[in-house]
Structures are given as structure tokens and as C-alpha cells.
DNA sequence: ACAAAAATGACAAGTTGGTGACAGAATTTT
DNA sequence: AAAATTCTGTCACCAACTTGTCATTTTTGT
């Protein structure tokens, strides 16, 4: 599932295109004002913004800059009524990907959701982050506290899925399943614990990595 | 210089559009025809094409379709009278990154163009740079710390692919994809490393230029 | 205290990328 | 046109890293 944020403070609009969207497999968190959608947003980092440039607190083209200059990535449409030439140029200046003015049909805004997303060719949740560690997923990179971490690729295959559910015990079967026995190969049961092992190691034995004896691991923020 | 190709039928139009966007620093070359488009395509591929819906050969969305399956990179925006919903819809369906309607601002033009060409890192910059070393497209010279270094073609192609992704990992198969493999030809998977070898002893082992093993490379500032 | 589960250290086999050498192709010089 | 030079792709080999496994120790819950 494909996650969007809808910055806009009209509830009947927000309505109207979250709707629309999850009929098209999106998921679509609506915030209805510029502070929340910070707090998202560094909370969990979706695929693409829209975003509405009239705002109770503010400006979106501010929050624009904002996301531009965090997750260079990170793809953003604005969606506004401000329709002149002078908006739109200004619009694109502070880092848009496209515009769309209001009123506009959905299936336009659906047609050029998806050029973007092919364009960026982000794949869903391509930031993810638990405490201090940090994974930008178009960069193949790894961080912890700032710091670069060179992983090899069951590492970070295990890393990510962890990640990737943040929150959730995960069993060790499931894990051995997924990062391992993709094509049905037998891997020993230890060799699960060996990696996780030298993950620690890497990521210098994070808290928020959890063992929860004879299930699996959990990974979850503890800060 | 960045190279456009503007396939547009109508004298007119095309010229005032290419003077406009040549002020702005582009090279605009116009096709009046999809067969002399698909020629000068294929002898030579641009930043980004502009292209027109109804043209006397044929459709554009015929020629967008070509275009992306032959050159899933190189974007494509549309630039057409036809405005209503549907056509927008199948533009970007035969896989046009922005469509633009007649009559439109040659500035927002100019915007959205910038917004594809920065999305796609067929970046308008001529100087591209990291840490000491940096490229002059015009001059196709090639300085580490202020002394020209002179590369073969297949160094060069392969340090400005490298530059113009700056700060993201780009696998080797992309490279090879891009640098070599451009009409289906076979190379060997060690060229790559042999010819970055090779790069790498002309600029003098640059720490910019990291390998990600298992993955690919990735240039980035590291000052 | 016990047994089960997980962590750890060590190791051998397997990958992967870096390296020097070489020969044919392409380009430049004579 | 011939010779010299440079470029390019390939190969064999090496070093570094990765990975799965085992034997052993430590931790954990009861």
C-alpha cells in the first residue's frame, strides 16, 4: 500500500479525494493543518505529499521548501486554486513536482500522482526510521546516529524487514521465510541468529531492537 | 547545454517556444515530423522531449509510447490544445511525465520543465561537481582539484552518469544499462570495474567515489 | 537448578570487486 | 598507407568481504 499525506483544511474536498484515492489503492492520512503534517511527516515519511497552498497556519509553498530541503526525494503536488501563472512559477521554485489547480478531475490527479511516482521510482516507505537508525531506501544506505553504516546485503535485507514492521513481533520463521528462503532453499535456524547478531554489532546494539524469546524480534521506537 | 527536441508541426509555435527556452539556456531542436523525430532520437537522445498531440504522420502518444519503451528515462511532456480530461488521462497514460495545455504561459512552461529535468537528473546544470572534481559539459573537460584530467569516452560517460545521480546509489546493472548497454549490446559485467578502476587512477583515488557492495556505486560530497 | 533458546566465536567455502596484463579495435601521427 | 599510440573489453588471479554452519557459552523462564 502506496501511503500520501493530503495537507488541506477543507474537510469536504480532503474527503472527497482520500475516497477516491483508496479506491485506487492508495493510503491517505489528511492533515489538516501545516503543523500537523510536519509532525507526520517526520514521524513516517509517505510516498508523495499534496498539498493545498492556503493553510490555517501558513503557507504550503513553506512546508514545500521544508520537505525539500529534509528528503530530497520526496515528491510533493501541490493542489490549489491559486491558478495563475505567478503561483505556479512559484509553486515549482519552491521544489514542487507538479501542480494542479482547483476545481480538477480526480482521474487527472490520479493520472499525474502516478507519473510522479514512476518518475521517482520511490518505492513504498523509502524512508524508514527507528530511534537513531535510519534507512533511505533509493540511497541503499544505512544510519545510525548520523552515521553511515556499510551493511551487507542479509543485513540490510534484515534490517529492512524489521523495519518494515516496525512495531510488530515478527517470528523467526516468518523472518526466515522472507529474507531467506524466498525460493524454498533450507537455511539452519541459526544462521538467522548469526546475522542479527552482526547487525547489532553494526548498529552498535540498538535498544529499540528487541528479542522476544521464542517467537522472533521486535523493533520498536523506545525514545 | 541541454538538448530538447520539440516535435511541433506548427512554425509559429515552435519558434517562439525555442527562442524563449534558448534565452533560458537550452538547445532546442525542432522536429516537424514524428519520422524525423524518431530519426534524430535515435542518433542522438536529448534532456527531455516536448512533444505535440496531433502532428501530420500521426499521433504523439504513438511516438511517447515508443520513446518509453525504448528510453525509459527520457521524459516526455506533451504540449497540446487537446485539454480535456480523457486526453490528459491517455497522455500520461502512453507514459508523458507532464502535459501542458494550449494556450499556455511560456514561464510556467519553463517551470514545469525545470521540475522534470531536476526529477529525472537530466539536470540542466553544465558544471557539475563533488568534492574536487568537476565536469565542464561544454568544454567536455574534466578537472580534479583544478587540473584537467583527460579521460577516454567510456570514463567520461561513466563519471558524468555518476555526477549527474550524485548522493544516490546507482547499481551496476544501471550503469551498464546506461553507460554501455544503450542498443542491447553485451558487455561484460568486470568492464565496469575495470574502466572504474581506471577512472579512479586518473583521479587520483577520489573519496567522493564509494562502492556499495553487492549493489553498485555512489558518488557523493564528502566535505 | 534445569532445559530450552539465543548469543557468540571460529572457520571454511563462496562471492565480489580490484588489479595487471594482453590483444584486437579505433584513433592519431608520420 | 603505414606506423605509433591510445582505447577497450576480456581474462586470470588476488584480496577482502560475506555467509552458513558448528561447537560452545550465556541468558532466560519456570
Known amino acids: 500500500m502506496v501511503d500520501l499525506y493530503y495537507i488541506e483544511d477543507d474537510p469536504n474536498i480532503a474527503l472527497a479525494v482520500k475516497e477516491y484515492l483508496e479506491h485506487k489503492n492508495f493510503h491517505v492520512t489528511i492533515c489538516a493543518t501545516l503543523a500537523k503534517a510536519r509532525q507526520h511527516i517526520k514521524d513516517h515519511v509517505p510516498a508523495c505529499v499534496l498539498l493545498d497552498w492556503n493553510m490555517p497556519d501558513g503557507r504550503g509553498d513553506d512546508l514545500c521548501q521544508w520537505i525539500r530541503s529534509h528528503w530530497k526525494d520526496l515528491p510533493v503536488i501541490f493542489l490549489t486554486v491559486r491558478g495563475n501563472s505567478t503561483d505556479i512559477v512559484s509553486g515549482f521554485k519552491s521544489g514542487a513536482d507538479d501542480y494542479v489547480v482547483k476545481p480538477f478531475e ?90 542479527m547478531k552482526r547487525l547489532r554489532d553494526k548498529l552498535s546494539q540498538p535498544a529499540c531492537l528487541k528479542t522476544i524469546r521464542s517467537v522472533g524480534y521486535r523493533m520498536e521506537d523506545t525514545i
Open 106 to 195: 480526480l482521474e487527472v490527479l490520479y493520472s499525474r500522482l502516478l507519473a510522479v511516482l514512476r518518475r521517482t521510482g520511490n518505492v513504498a516507505d523509502q524512508y524508514l526510521s527507528c530511534d537513531g537508525i535510519r534507512i533511505d531506501q533509493n540511497l541503499h544506505a544505512v544510519f545510525c546516529n548520523s552515521e553511515e553504516v556499510f551493511l551487507s546485503t542479509a543485513e540490510y535485507q534484515l534490517l529492512l524487514y524489521l523495519m518494515q514492521h516496525k512495531g510488530k513481533t515478527v517470528t523467526r520463521e516468518k523472518i526466515l521465510e522472507q529474507v531467506w528462503d524466498v525460493n524454498g532453499s533450507y537455511v539452519n535456524n541459526n544462521t538467522l541468529t548469526v546475522t
